[in-house]
């Protein structure tokens, strides 16, 4: 299993509501990753966990709440969210954090439209 | 600091010409290059990469070179398909210990090969 696992694949969300995005590797992998895309634009690293910890916050607002329950989910809770955060979430995870010359292997992501 | 430049899209082909797209890197430590690239609606996948000087990088007929003193990273392919239609993203990532788990993006480049 070489997936990364992403769900739901389409989400529509007011600016009161709350939700999460879900994450799901099986290949050991110890390091995850948030990644935020707008169209035609590369992707912004939100959060690195390394090891279920959080290690790399990119100065996210905290309408948007990461969670590692254990090595192979990675949750994205989202609260009173803008219309400027509709995006692309991407996830994604690598074998060994650090290394600095892993291949980051990345979910199909979750468009993620804010009304 | 860190930082990729890529060349400006879209770059549209005939099948079978050949392709370049130009990236170039400033790095403060030793970086290691990437090639990632993006299907329509789908998360980047992981193309070729390099992790020291005059390393050649290749996968799928695409091929790239890493090279120090041009401070390159350009992505070839001899013969392109319609199939290679896509995004694809240039990457570094830095092996110094303050930066360890971050990918540094190009803009990306659209390609589109007509048959």
């Known amino acids: 299993d070489t997936e990364v696992t992403q769900t739901p694949k389409h989400l529509v969300m007011g600016m009161t509501n709350k939700k999460s995005l879900k994450c799901e590797q099986h290949m050991g992998h110890r390091a995850m990753y948030w990644y935020k895309q707008k169209a035609k634009k590369p992707p912004e690293l939100m959060f690195v966990y390394s090891y279920e910890k959080l290690s790399i916050n990119e100065s996210v607002p905290s309408r948007f709440s990461p969670e590692c329950p254990n090595s192979s989910l990675l949750n994205l809770h989202l609260h009173a969210l803008q219309p400027e955060d509709s995006a692309l979430y991407l996830c994604a995870s690598s074998q060994e954090p650090g290394q600095g010359n892993e291949k980051l292997f990345f979910g199909s992501g979750t468009q993620l439209s804010v009304l | 600091g860190n930082s990729v430049t890529q060349m400006e899209g879209p770059v549209t082909l005939s099948e079978e010409a050949f392709l370049t797209i130009n990236c170039t890197y400033t790095?403060?430590?030793?970086?290691?290059l990437f090639w990632y690239v993006q299907y329509p609606g789908e998360g980047l996948q992981l193309l070729l990469k390099a992790t020291k000087a005059d390393d050649k990088g290749s996968n799928k007929g695409f091929e790239a070179t890493y090279r120090k003193e041009t401070t390159s990273f350009h992505l070839e392919k001899g013969s392109v398909q319609v199939s290679d239609s896509a995004v694809y993203f240039c990457?570094?990532?830095?092996?110094?210990?303050?930066?360890?788990?971050?990918?540094?993006f190009g803009r990306g480049t659209q390609l589109t090969v007509w048959p």
């Open positions: 990457a570094l990532s830095d092996r110094r210990g303050s930066t360890l788990g971050r990918l540094y």
């Open positions: 790095a403060t430590g030793y970086p290691s």
